[in-house]
């Protein structure tokens, strides 16, 4: 099967390039004839520090402090004290990130 694809230029300047992969999706036009649409990534501020929890993350840059954490209700674990522990954790890493003495003595 032969599907005839439109990709924008900046698109196609990038795959001349061949600095990296191209990752999107073929919304089709018709059965041969479809449109790619390259999904911006998200690319993090410089400084920003992270720290991986079992079921999220946290980061720290400049700007802001983000904790993100997803449970499955799946999983056999109380949600609620997964929350308050992991929160615990991510408590004394932002801590440590916002000590700005302790911050100049890791960089």
């Known amino acids: 099967m032969y599907i005839k694809i439109q990709i924008s230029d900046a698109t196609y300047a990038s795959l ?27 690319k993090p501020k ?16 400049d700007d802001r402090v983000r904790m993100n954490l997803c449970i499955s209700r799946d999983e056999m674990v109380d949600a609620s004290r997964a929350i308050l522990d992991e929160s615990t954790d991510a408590i004394g890493f932002v801590e440590i990130m916002t000590d700005d003495n302790l911050m100049e003595e890791l960089v």
Do not use: A, C, D
Request: aromatic share 6%; proline share 7%.
């Open 46 to 61: 410089p400084g920003t520090h992270y720290m991986k929890l079992p079921h999220g993350k946290v980061s720290v840059n």
């Open 16 to 42: 001349l390039n061949g600095t990296s992969r191209i990752q999107g999706s073929i919304g089709l036009v018709n059965p041969t004839e479809g449109n790619f649409n390259e999904h911006r990534r998200w």
